[in-house]
């Protein structure tokens, strides 16, 4: 692989979710990501179908049992060719199975140990059980997403699973690698979700703290109480997003919709106002379709966009010259982000059955030819 991170080895316990999203994105720029995968192809307690998951892209897979002494033993000796490790067990797991990261560290002092969980590694919900919305209820994202008088609208799991938790995982680990360098010490990097996910609210807690923030969900600029930060019905029942935020964005969307004269848009920041002006605009972009809309602002200042669907995101003009997308195996895959100009990304490589790659890792951390049948047979 190419890429910044380019040898850099992470040792990823299979999981589902967050874990390997994390993985993914360490593997898209460059690591070397081999993912450890339990008899049966499991996951979580989910049976995983590798060759369609595009999380699962980039690396390669060895099968372990790790609950026998013999898996253990393999599993020390990758973490001694190791950076990184990643795993997402409840807190307790790893320590039980010899692997926690007392244990692994003693082995590689410079091992960067990622933990991936919910609620942390402590404090009075550590162990129980969860999942995105229950992190992000937790944290207080929740509560904010949802339009005036309907109960909170879960934004499906980006927010907890893969920003708050993946993502945040994914830095914390590049963070505590740099330290390394620096130090010549490893550590534990204890990512919560539900902390990454309120850490997402840094902005809304800034907006609130200045008085510029309504605890009353569905009625503030940026949640769909402003008639200038929403998505419009269209006449053929698609949406356009509108985001005319700045005067001199809304200028240039009054002009398009021919309201540049309508006293009633001439103070559109008075929250007072908005209910009104939002009712205007329905009724406007009921009048044409998506694509005359689309048409109509394309190549503005407006900041209005059609809402699109999967394959026509996959499909647009802009990601299409952007390479945001890309087909790896007859599957679209979204490319590697971000870029970089003197490390560039390779193209994504297809994901592979659990196991693959377990005879010839076992053979290159020195097992014999007998040793690594006998293992594989065992796995298998």
Known sequence: MSGPLSGIRVIEIGSIGPGP???????????????????????GGVEVNAESDILA?????????????????????????????????????????????????????????????????????????GHD???ISLSGALDLLGRQGSPPTPPINILGDFAGGGLTLAFGLVSALLSTQTTGTGQV?????????NLLMS???????????????????????????????CAD?????????????????????????????????????WPSLKTKLKGIFLRKTQNEWTEI???SDACVTPVLTFEEAAEHPHNKARNAYTNVNGITHPTPAPKYSATPTATP?????????TEALLEELGYSSEATTELVKKWS
């Open 21 to 43: 999203f994390c993985a993914m994105m360490l593997a898209d720029h460059g690591a070397e990501v081999i993912r450890v995968d339990r008899p049966g192809g499991i996951q």
């Open 57 to 129: 892209r980039s690396r390669r897979s060895i099968t372990i049992d790790m609950k026998s002494a013999e898996g253990r033993e393999v599993l020390y000796r990758l973490i001694n060719t190791a950076d990184c490790l990643i795993e997402g067990f409840r807190p307790g797991v790893m320590e039980r199975l010899g692997l926690g990261p007392d244990e692994l560290l003693a082995r590689n002092p410079k091992l960067v140990y990622g933990r991936m969980t919910g609620w942390g590694q402590d404090g009075p919900f550590a162990k129980t059980a």
């Open 133 to 135: 919305i229950n992190y």
């Open 189 to 197: 990097v204890d990512c919560a979700m539900t902390e990454g996910s």
């Open 203 to 233: 902005f809304i807690w800034s907006l609130k703290q200045q008085g510029n923030w309504s605890s009353k969900r569905g009625t503030n600029e940026l949640d769909t109480g402003a008639h200038y930060y929403d998505v419009y019905e």
């Open 237 to 273: 029942g698609r949406y356009m997003s509108v985001a005319a935020i700045e005067p001199k964005f809304y200028a240039v969307f009054r002009n398009l919709l021919d309201l540049q004269d309508d006293p009633d848009f001439d103070k559109h920041t008075e929250p007072q106002r």
């Open 297 to 299: 602002f394309a190549g």
């Open 349 to 357: 490589r297809a994901p592979v059955p659990a196991g693959t790659d």
